[in-house]
């Protein structure tokens, strides 16, 4: 079973407006936690990163939160660009294990229309 | 932009056909890691290496072998090609450190689309 959940699965909006994707999650004992952007046929690249004491935290246009308490991340996209077209991978690092092993969500795939 | 370099970026086989994935880094990391990932699907963890000479088998059976002789290069292969293979196929490396502190990230490659006929 993952345990990283998404949603939702895929999202169209419109170019300039906001959008906010879900994270849920029940890795445990939980590291901290990280919102990647794969462009399509690309490798992921890390937008941002949270761990525990951490509520948001920003990057340009993007604010994640994070709520320890119910295991839940949100990303925030403000004034949405038509290059933000991508999938949005939340993932998990468990503290447990020397690897530093990594938890993936499926992803949000978002699709900005002009 | 991070230094790590996936070929061939896409590659079309037949059935039977030996395969080699190639992955280079040129950021010094000690840890390297080989992820599938199909259409619409997360990414699963098939190989992983904490340095020269050190490799492991991850969370998802693969038929695939790797080998670690040159810390910034860990290539991926396959002896006998089949259509099951067919996916995305992911590189990616990380500081050395203990596991789960904020800095290991890690960084990915390009990735490698495989089709097998």
């Known amino acids: 079973k993952n345990q990283v959940e998404q949603s939702p699965q895929s999202l169209i909006i419109l170019e300039g407006k906001n959008c906010t994707l879900q994270c849920n999650y029940t890795v445990s004992p939980f590291s901290n936690l990280r919102w990647y952007k794969q462009d399509t046929g690309r490798g992921p690249v890390s937008l941002t990163i949270?761990?525990?004491?951490?509520n948001t935290k920003s990057n340009g246009r993007y604010t994640a939160t994070l709520d320890a308490d119910t295991k839940q991340s949100s990303l925030h996209i403000t004034a949405s660009q038509l290059s933000d077209s991508a999938s949005y991978i939340c993932?998990?690092?468990?503290?447990?294990?020397?690897?530093?092993?990594?938890?993936f969500g499926r992803g949000t795939q978002l699709t900005v229309w002009p | 932009e991070a230094d790590i370099y996936q070929t061939p970026r896409y590659l079309v086989i037949g059935t039977g056909k030996k395969i080699t994935l190639e992955c280079s880094q040129t950021m010094g990391h000690d840890k390297m890691y080989w992820y599938q990932q199909d259409p619409g699907m997360e990414l699963h963890l098939i190989h992983y290496?904490?340095?020269?000479?050190?490799?492991e088998k991850g969370d998802l059976s693969s038929e695939s072998t790797v080998s670690r002789i040159r810390t910034e290069h860990f290539p991926l292969t396959l002896e006998s090609a089949r259509p099951s293979h067919t996916s995305q196929y992911l590189c990616?490396?990380?500081?050395?450190?203990?596991?789960?502190?904020?800095?290991?990230?890690?960084?990915f490659g390009p990735g490698t689309r495989l089709t097998v006929l």
């Open positions: 990616a490396s990380s500081e050395n450190g203990r596991g789960g502190r904020v800095g290991n990230e890690q960084f």
């Open positions: 993932v998990v690092s468990d503290r447990g294990s020397t690897l530093g092993r990594l938890y």
């Open positions: 290496s904490y340095g020269v000479n050190s490799t």
């Open positions: 949270m761990t525990f004491s951490e």
